[in-house]
C-alpha cells in the first residue's frame, strides 16, 4: 500500500487527524465537509477491519506499520518485492516491540521461513550465495546468537541477504508481463498461499460461514497485492473461488458454496487471455493426486480437477453426504455440471468433460445412483445384527424398514434433482433395491405357514419395501410396471391372515358369552349407564380389528368379509342372548275377570266364590321379578351404546381398509377385470350389510323392551295398588292419587337409570300403559267395579289427573301425545255417560256386524263400535235396566256373588280364571297369543275350549230377541 499510493498513518497520525467534537459542533453548516478526509477516513476504517479480521493485535500493528513507513521510500511508487520487506523488517523489529519473547521468536522464524522459501530453493542462485544466505538464516533462527548481536552485526548478515534478493530481484520475468518481477513466478507457491490467506480476511472471525459486510471493499484492496505478487484477474477467480468452496467444506454454510458456483461461472465466461497471460497460467504449476496417482496441472485446471474430484467423491455416495442436508445436492450438481467430470481418454490422459442434457450426462448419473445405492446398502447390512437385537425384530423385517428409508429419502430427496440429468435414475436405484432385498426374502417365503411373530415382523416390513420402491419404479416407467415383479406378500398372507380370524371368531364368541353369563345389568357409573359386558365386547372387537390391520399386511376383501363376519355374529350373539331374557308381554296381563252383572244382595250370602289363579311358569314368573325397572333400563342403555359404538366402529374399519384400497382396487382390476367403481359397491355393499342388520336389531330390541318397561311397570309392578284395587267396591273411596304416587316413584328410577336419548321413549311407555290400565279398570274391572252416573265425573276428573300428570307443566311428554294416547279411554267413558238403552241398541248393530261377517276378524280394542266393549260396559253400569238384560239373555250372575278383589299370593301373579268363567264364558271367542302381543292389551275373553263362531251365535241369538223390545 505505501508503494501503491495509499497514505498510512500511525495511531498517532489517525489522532491528528481526528477532530474534536466541540470544533465540529462549532462549524457553520455553510461550511463545506472535508473531502480530503473521507477517503483518510475510509481507509483507516478499511484497514482496522482488516487487522480485526487477520487477527493482529493494535501494538503489532503499529509496529510494523512504522516500520514499513521506514522502509517505504516516500510516496512515490516503486517496485516492491516481498524479500524487500521481509528484511526491512528483520532491520527495523527488535525483541522489545513484542510482549513476550515467544511471540517474537515465532514472527523472527516466519521471517526467516519466508525468505529461504524465496532463495535457497531458486535455480538461479549460486552455489557459494546459496551456502551463505542459509547460514545467515541460521544466525537469524539461532536467539542466543541473533539477539545479542550488535546493530552492524545484524546489518551485516541482513546485507548478505539482500544482495543475494537484490540479484534474483533484477533478473527479466519470463513473459514480458507489465510489472512481472522474477519472484512472480520463482514464488508463485508462496505468493498464491499468502493471497489465499488474504483472502481468507472476507470470513467473519466471529462466524466463519459469514462474510463480512465490507467484504468487497476488501477484495479491492487486495487487488494492490497483484503486482507483487504476482496475480492475475483469472487467478483471483480461481483462488477466490476455491477458497469459497473450502470454506463451504468447513462450514456446511450452502450460501458459500453458491457464491462459489457463481465465482466458477464467471471464470469460466471470462474472455480468452492473450497469450503471454495464458503461457503464464500455464506456468503456475500444481499437483493433484487422483487414485494414487500425482498429476501436475496448471492453477485453474488444478482447481477444477479437484473440485470435480470432490463433487464425484459425494455424488457417489450422495446418501451418505446429502440425507442431513437435502439442498446441497442441486448445489452440488450445479457446480460439477460447471466445471465437468474427470474422463479417461484412451491413452490414460484425464480431461473434464463437461455435462449435457443428453446421454453422456444420464450414464454419468447412472454410475453415481448405482455407487451410491450399493453403498447405502453395504452400510446397512453391516449393522442390521445389531440393530435386530436392539429392535428385538427378526433381520430380515429390520433390513426390509432401512431398505424402504433409503428407497423413500431417493423418492423424496434425490430424484427430483437427479431426474433433470437421468430421468430413469428412479428406476435404477428401485431395481437395484428390489434385487437386493429379494435375494433374502424368497428363502424366508418358501418356510411361513402360520401367523408368527417373525411372520408378524418380515411381511409388513416386506410389504411397505415393496410398495415405495414400486413407487420410485414408476416415477422412470409410468404405470407400467411389467419389468418389476411384486413380493408374492399377498399370495403367502391370505391364507394364514384368514385361519387366524376364523380362530379370533371362536375366542371372541366364547368370550362373549362368558362376559354375558357374568352381567349384572348395574350401570357402569352415573355417566356410563351402560352394561360392563358390552364394553368388554366392544374392546375385545376392537382389539381384533387393530390386531387385523395393525399386521399392514395386503388383504381382499375375502378378509373384510371374514373379519366383518366376526363383528356381526358377535353382536348378534349378544343381542339374541339379551332378547332372550326378556319375557313375552302377554305374560305380564291378567286374565279378564268373569262377566257378571250388578245386583245388591238383599240375602246374605253365606260364602262366596273366591276368583282362582293359575301359576305361572316357574322360569317365566323367575324372569319377571329379575327384570326390574333400573335393569331394564340398563339394558335399553346398553342397546343405545351398541347403536353409537358400532357407528364409531363401522367407521374405524372403514378408515383402515382405505389404507389398502389402493392395493385392492388393482387386484380388482388386474385379476377379476373390474372396475374400481365396481369393486367400491361391492364392499359398500358388505358393510351396509353386515352394519345395519345389527343397527335394525338394536333398535327394534330398544322399542320392544321400552314396551315391555311399560307394560311391566304398570301391569305388574303395580297391578294389585293399579288394576286390582282402583275404584274397588267404591269409586270414592278409591282414587287415583294413591296410584299416581306408585307411577312417579317408577319414572324417578327411570330417569335415574334410562340414557337421555331414550328417556322419553320410556316415560311414553308407561304413559301408554298407564292409560291401557286405566281403560282396562273400566271394562275388565270385574265384579268389584260398578259405575253411576256421579262415578263417572269422578273418574273423568282421574283421567285428567293421569294425563297432566304425564305432560307435567310443559316439561313431560307432550299434551298432543298424551291427548292421542287418552282417546279410548276417554271414549269408554263417554259410554258410561250414555242411556242404558243406547248402549243396548248398539250392542245390537254390533251384532248385525257379526252376522254379516263384518266383524269376525276384528278383535281391535281400540273400537268402540264392538260387541265386546259393549257387554262390558253393561256390566259395568250400576244400573237395573243393564242387570236386568245382562240377566234375561245371557243369565249373568250378580257381582256379589264373588270375592271383592283376588287373591294376592305371590305365587299366583298370574291370569285369573273362575268357574264361572268356565260356564258362563264358553260362548266368548279365545285369543290367540299372537293377537295379545300384536294389540298390547288387557281386554281378553278367557282361553275356553268353545270357538269364536259359537260365541258369534249366541250373541245374535240372544240379541235376535229384544231387538224390536222397547227398554
Known amino acids: 500500500m505505501a508503494t501503491s499510493g495509499i497514505v498510512i498513518c500511525s495511531v ?119 551456502l551463505t544466505i542459509k547460514r545467515s538464516l541460521a544466525m537469524i533462527r539461532n536467539a542466543k546468537e541473533w539477539d545479542f548481536m550488535s546493530s552492524s552485526g545484524k546489518a551485516e548478515v541482513i546485507s548478505v541477504i539482500k544482495q543475494a534478493a537484490l540479484t534474483l530481484s533484477s533478473l527479466p520475468g519470463r513473459f514480458d508481463l507489465q510489472s512481472e518481477t522474477y519472484y512472480w513466478t520463482s514464488a508463485y507457491h508462496l505468493n498464491i498461499r499468502l493471497y489465499e490467506k488474504l483472502l481468507l480476511g472476507v470470513f467473519d472471525v466471529l462466524d466463519e460461514s459469514q462474510l463480512i459486510e465490507e467484504a468487497d471493499e476488501f477484495l479491492m484492496l487486495l487487488k494492490l497485492t497483484w503486482s507483487t505478487l504476482g496475480i492475475t484477474q483469472k487467478m483471483h477467480d480461481a483462488i477466490y473461488m476455491w477458497v469459497l468452496f473450502q470454506q463451504f467444506v468447513g462450514t456446511d454454510e450452502a450460501l458459500l458454496l453458491e457464491y462459489a458456483t457463481v465465482e466458477l461461472q464467471e471464470l469460466i465466461s471470462a474472455k480468452v487471455d492473450d497469450e503471454n497471460v495464458r503461457l503464464y497460467m500455464n506456468s503456475l504449476l500444481c499437483s493433484i493426486h487422483c487414485n494414487a496417482v500425482e498429476i501436475k496441472l496448471s492453477l485453474v485446471d488444478a482447481v477444477f480437477y479437484s473440485l470435480s474430484i470432490w463433487c464425484e467423491s459425494k455424488l457417489q455416495d450422495y446418501h451418505l453426504h446429502f440425507s442431513q442436508q437435502h439442498s446441497h445436492l442441486k448445489r452440488v450438481m450445479s457446480l460439477v455440471s460447471a466445471v465437468g467430470v474427470l474422463n479417461f481418454g484412451d491413452g490414460g490422459h484425464m480431461k473434464l468433460r463437461r455435462f449435457n442434457l443428453n446421454t453422456d450426462a444420464a450414464k454419468i448419473l447412472e454410475s453415481y445412483v448405482k455407487r451410491s445405492i450399493e453403498a447405502a446398502y453395504r452400510r446397512v447390512a453391516s449393522n442390521i445384527d445389531h440393530l435386530s437385537e436392539v429392535e428385538k425384530k427378526h433381520p430380515l423385517g429390520v433390513l426390509a424398514n432401512e431398505l424402504r428409508l433409503i428407497a423413500e429419502r431417493e423418492l423424496n430427496v434425490f430424484y427430483p434433482e437427479l431426474c433433470k440429468w437421468c430421468p430413469n435414475s428412479g428406476m435404477i436405484a428401485a431395481m437395484m433395491l428390489h434385487q437386493i432385498y429379494w435375494e433374502r426374502l424368497r428363502p424366508f417365503l418358501d418356510g411361513v405357514s402360520s401367523l408368527s411373530e417373525d411372520v408378524k415382523a418380515v411381511l409388513p416390513a416386506a410389504d411397505l419395501l415393496d410398495q415405495v420402491v414400486t413407487q420410485l419404479y414408476n416415477t422412470g416407467n409410468g404405470e407400467n410396471c411389467e419389468d418389476l415383479h411384486h413380493y408374492p406378500i399377498g399370495e403367502v398372507a391370505k391364507p394364514i391372515i384368514l385361519d387366524w380370524v376364523i380362530a379370533q371368531h371362536e375366542r371372541i364368541l366364547e368370550w362373549t358369552g362368558r362376559a354375558f353369563d357374568l352381567e349384572k345389568w348395574e350401570p357402569l357409573s352415573s355417566q356410563q349407564r351402560q352394561a360392563a359386558s358390552i364394553v368388554e365386547v366392544f374392546r375385545i372387537i376392537e382389539e381384533t380389528v387393530d390386531q387385523l390391520f395393525g399386521f399392514r399386511l395386503p388383504m381382499d376383501i375375502t378378509h373384510l368379509q371374514a373379519l366383518l363376519s366376526v363383528v356381526f355374529h358377535t353382536l348378534d350373539a349378544y343381542l339374541l342372548k339379551l332378547l332372550d331374557q326378556i319375557v313375552e308381554k302377554n305374560y305380564l296381563y291378567p286374565s279378564a275377570p268373569p262377566l257378571t252383572r250388578y245386583k245388591e244382595t238383599t240375602i246374605p250370602v253365606l260364602k262366596k266364590k273366591f276368583l282362582e289363579c293359575m301359576p305361572l311358569d316357574d322360569n317365566v314368573y323367575d324372569k319377571l321379578n329379575t327384570l326390574t325397572i333400573p335393569k331394564l333400563c340398563v339394558r335399553m342403555n346398553t342397546l343405545k351404546y351398541i347403536q353409537k359404538q358400532i357407528d364409531i366402529l363401522e367407521d374405524g374399519i372403514r378408515k383402515s381398509w382405505a389404507l389398502i384400497r389402493q392395493s385392492i382396487d388393482k387386484t380388482c382390476a388386474r385379476e377379476q377385470r373390474l372396475g374400481t367403481s365396481t369393486c367400491n359397491e361391492q364392499i359398500d355393499e358388505l358393510f351396509c350389510t353386515t352394519f345395519d342388520i345389527i343397527r335394525d336389531n338394536a333398535a327394534n330390541a330398544i322399542s320392544k323392551i321400552c314396551d315391555f318397561t311399560g307394560a311391566k311397570a304398570v301391569f305388574w309392578d303395580l297391578r294389585h295398588a293399579f288394576l286390582f284395587c282402583l275404584y274397588c267396591g267404591s269409586v270414592e273411596a278409591s282414587r287415583l292419587d294413591g296410584v299416581l304416587t306408585r307411577i312417579d316413584t317408577v319414572l324417578g328410577h327411570v330417569c335415574s337409570y334410562i340414557d337421555d336419548s331414550l328417556r322419553d321413549a320410556v316415560v311414553l311407555s308407561i304413559c301408554r300403559a298407564s292409560l291401557e290400565g286405566f281403560a282396562w279398570v273400566l271394562l275388565d274391572g270385574g265384579p268389584s267395579r260398578a259405575f253411576c252416573d256421579s262415578d263417572i265425573v269422578l273418574i273423568e276428573d282421574d283421567l285428567s289427573a293421569l294425563k297432566e300428570f304425564f305432560v307435567a307443566d310443559g316439561e313431560g311428554l307432550p299434551r298432543s301425545v298424551v291427548e292421542q294416547e287418552a282417546k279410548f279411554p276417554e271414549e269408554i267413558l263417554n259410554l258410561y255417560s250414555l242411556q242404558t238403552e243406547t248402549i243396548i241398541q248398539k250392542l245390537m248393530a254390533a251384532s248385525e256386524q257379526i252376522s254379516l261377517g263384518l266383524d269376525s276378524h276384528d278383535h281391535n280394542y281400540m273400537r268402540l263400535n264392538n260387541a265386546h266393549t259393549f257387554v262390558r260396559v253393561l256390566c259395568h253400569k250400576k244400573d237395573r235396566e243393564a242387570s236386568k238384560f245382562l240377566k234375561r239373555q245371557y243369565q249373568l250372575p250378580m257381582s256379589s256373588e264373588y270375592e271383592d278383589t283376588p287373591s294376592t299370593d305371590p305365587t299366583s301373579q298370574s291370569p285369573l280364571r273362575s268357574d264361572l268363567s268356565k260356564r258362563s264364558m264358553s260362548d266368548l271367542a279365545k285369543r290367540s297369543t299372537s293377537d295379545l302381543a300384536k294389540r298390547s292389551t288387557s281386554f281378553r275373553w278367557n282361553n275356553t275350549h268353545s270357538t269364536f263362531t259359537s260365541f258369534k251365535k249366541k250373541l245374535q241369538e240372544a240379541t235376535s230377541e229384544f231387538r224390536n223390545v222397547a227398554w
Open 12 to 130: 498517532e497520525d489517525q489522532r491528528k487527524h481526528r477532530p474534536s467534537r466541540l470544533l465540529s459542533g462549532l462549524k457553520s453548516r455553510k461550511d463545506k465537509p472535508n473531502v480530503q478526509s473521507q477517503p483518510l477516513d475510509k481507509n483507516l476504517r478499511l484497514i482496522r477491519t482488516i487487522r480485526v479480521q487477520m487477527q493482529i493485535s493494535e501494538a503489532m500493528d503499529e509496529c510494523t506499520r512504522q516500520k514499513m513507513m521506514m522502509l517505504s521510500p516516500g510516496r512515490t511508487r516503486v517496485q516492491i518485492d516481498i524479500p524487500q520487506i521481509v528484511l526491512g523488517l528483520l532491520n527495523f523489529t527488535f525483541k522489545s516491540d513484542f510482549s513476550n519473547e515467544k511471540s517474537y521468536m515465532q514472527w523472527k522464524n516466519r521471517q526467516a521461513s519466508i525468505l529461504e522459501e524465496l532463495l535457497c530453493f531458486s535455480p538461479n542462485l549460486v552455489a557459494h550465495d546459496h
